[in-house]
């Protein structure tokens, strides 16, 4: 099947842990995104990546990190240092023209 | 940066009536995309709009990027219960970047 696959769907963690979201996607598209998503606030940009080996802060990257060592793969490693990291986070990929996005992953701090 | 004002933040409605929710920006875009989120689940995507002026339509969801491209609203008719979600729009203003702006959304609630 085509799409984007996101992993765990649901993950606890104690605070001072760091953790690794996994987003990978079969669609042979150039650009994947992390958007964190809280009740209200709709989708908040983290970190986009354009081209393998290349990746830019959006809005609210302090605390997270990412990599692009492959086109299909783009973790998200939510770091202690993220104050609040209790969200639904949501991988995307597309090209210039539409964005597609995975089924979610919910993080929950302890 | 870019701002998106989506209207309006909730609405409750009959099943069987119209609805019209829509996103005014601060500065032009060159695509207006349109989202539904059910409940945990990531969003799908609904209709994309690349023209100024661009009248797009989904079953009973119409769409319409704005002249001045820096407005675009999604029309939902006869609505039925499984209508039910979280409707979101996004613009992209161009160029090499793909970065799209999103709306904070708008809750539908269908009354069967």
């Known amino acids: 099947d085509g799409g984007i696959t996101q992993s765990p769907k649901y993950l606890f963690r104690k605070e001072g842990q760091n953790v690794t979201l996994s987003c990978e996607q079969n669609?042979?598209?150039?650009?994947m995104y992390w958007y964190r998503q809280d009740p209200g606030q709709g989708l908040r940009l983290i970190y986009y990546?354009?081209?393998?080996?290349?990746?830019q802060k959006g809005d609210i990257a302090e605390g997270y990190s990412v990599s692009r060592e492959k086109k299909e793969s783009f973790p998200l490693t939510v770091t202690s240092a993220q104050k609040n990291p209790t969200a639904f986070y949501l991988c995307?990929?597309?090209?210039?023209?539409?964005?597609?996005f995975g089924e979610g992953s919910r993080l929950t701090v302890l | 940066g870019q701002q998106l004002n989506q209207s309006p933040q909730s609405m409750f409605i009959q099943e069987g009536e119209d609805v019209s929710m829509n996103c005014t920006s601060s500065?032009?875009?060159?695509?207006w995309l349109w989202y539904k989120q059910d409940p945990g689940e990531g969003p799908v995507l609904l209709i994309a709009?690349?023209?100024?002026?661009e009248l797009t339509s989904n079953g009973r969801l119409t769409a319409q990027f704005g002249i001045t491209r820096k407005d675009s609203f999604l029309n939902i008719s006869a609505s039925i219960p499984s209508d039910v979600g979280i409707y979101f729009c996004?613009?992209?203003?161009?160029?090499?970047?793909?970065?799209?702006?999103f709306g904070k959304g708008t809750l539908l609630t269908v009354n069967p």
């Open positions: 995307a990929s597309g090209t210039a023209g539409e964005l597609f």
């Open positions: 709009l690349y023209k100024a002026g």
């Open positions: 500065s032009i875009f060159n695509t």
């Open positions: 990546s354009q081209i393998v080996n290349d990746f």
């Open positions: 669609l042979n598209h150039d650009a």
């Open positions: 996004a613009g992209r203003s161009g160029g090499s970047n793909y970065k799209l702006t």
